[in-house]
């Protein structure tokens, strides 16, 4: 399942509250007889007599090229913080199955499994569709699902048939217990699926054209 | 990317204020590096904000403008501060709680809705409204008849049968409002 991160977001909104909140005080500083209590800060405080052009004539020698640094600086954050916008999932790697002397047996496709694994939650009653996916490494796997189940079925039972038939296939295709098994469910109206179809492959092939 | 997947139940993101965040950022910097890239290569302002620079220059810090711009800045810096400290409602709610590792969820809008649907059935109730919002299930009910005391009742059983199926892990509580119609 793809998602966005949320404490990379909240670290960054904390940051650029906090810049406003700063430039703001220093700016309200101007009005108020701050550089006067505090002679040791009447560098870096703003004068209320002072013009923005005298500020910038003051500190012409570095102000012009740091804030030519800051400015794209601004550009390339926004620009990280919008691409970090796009939902990610996470990795996954083929599975390495080895024996007891940690001897590389062979290696599975995680999209092998998660096929087999879709198969057998669609299988279960009330189930109209599913994913799945599944991560970490052979000995220590995790499965994250999301499965569509219709209202009218028995959600809660479906759910947890769901979930056991992941865990318990999952154990005896890698020989080990995964070490999560997460199950969206979404309950959708309408008990039949969309679509049926009733020849199978064989039988069509044996219609003479 | 991390190799284990977020949880099921995490708190909302903050998607948007982070994508207009972005977008005001990505803005205003491109901007800054257009006038202050033509300053350092061509020694000055570019014409088409030339005017404007110089009327900036000109302003003093404790002109009223000043204040006001700095007002703007407090609040935009305070409502990006609540937008990331406060936690806001997790989109799904975790339920059906057992012995095998990991978490099943169910988003909140299923829930109102699962609960909706039941409530729906229900003799005498006309129309139903269902959110989930913190602790609550709240469900506002619609009946042309008279006895909505016992439409009230017969509403929350059915909404507590539907919470009850689910088993959230944590504790949802339905409440019921029953308006009368005509």
């Known amino acids: 399942m793809r998602t966005i991160s949320g404490p990379r977001n909240r670290v960054v909104l904390v940051q650029l509250g906090l810049l406003l909140l700063l430039g703001a005080a220093w700016l309200i500083s101007a009005s108020t007889p701050l550089a006067e209590q505090w002679p040791w800060a009447q560098d870096v405080l703003p004068h209320a007599t002072s013009t923005l052009g005298h500020l910038a004539t003051v500190h012409q020698a570095w102000l012009l090229p740091v804030g030519a640094v800051l400015a794209v600086l601004a550009a390339l954050l926004g620009i990280a913080l919008l691409i970090s916008q796009v939902p990610s999932a996470p990795s996954t790697r083929a599975l390495r199955v080895t024996d007891e002397q940690d001897h590389l047996l062979g290696t599975v496709q995680p ?99 | 990317m ?98 095998i590792p990991g978490e099943t969820a169910v988003s909140t809008r299923d829930i109102a809705r699962r609960a909706r649907t039941r409530i729906e059935r229900v003799d005498g109730v006309q129309s139903v409204a269902a959110r989930v919002k913190g602790k609550t299930l709240d469900v506002q009910v619609s009946t042309p008849i008279d006895d909505a005391e016992g439409v009230r009742h017969r509403s929350l059983a059915a909404a507590d049968l539907a919470l009850a199926e689910l088993r959230p892990t944590k504790t949802l509580r339905a409440r019921v409002r029953v308006r009368r119609t005509r």
């Open chain 1, 111 to 209: 999209e092998v499994i998660e096929r087999a694994l879709v198969d057998v939650a669609e299988e279960t009653a009330g189930v109209q569709s599913a994913t799945v996916r599944i991560g970490g490494a052979a000995s220590a796997p995790w499965v994250q699902a999301e499965v569509a189940v219709s209202e009218e079925a028995e959600a809660g039972w479906a759910a947890e048939a769901v979930r056991r038939r992941l865990a318990e296939d999952l154990a005896t295709v890698l020989g080990t217990s995964p070490q999560r098994v997460d199950l969206l469910v979404r309950l959708r109206s309408g008990g039949a699926p969309s679509s049926a179809r009733l020849d199978s492959p064989a039988r069509e092939a044996s219609v003479p054209a």
């Open chain 2, 2 to 99: 991390s190799s284990m997947p977020d949880s099921l139940t995490r708190r909302p993101p903050r998607t948007v204020p982070a994508l207009v965040t972005g977008i005001v950022l990505l803005a205003l910097g491109g901007l800054a590096v257009w006038i202050l890239g033509v300053r350092l290569i061509e020694g000055t302002w570019p014409e088409q904000v030339r005017s404007g620079i110089e009327t900036l220059a000109g302003v003093r810090m404790d002109a009223v403008g000043v204040l006001v711009t700095a007002g703007v800045m407090a609040l935009l810096g305070l409502i990006l501060l609540l937008a990331a400290i406060v936690p806001g409602d997790p989109t799904n709610r975790r339920v059906l709680e057992d012995e």
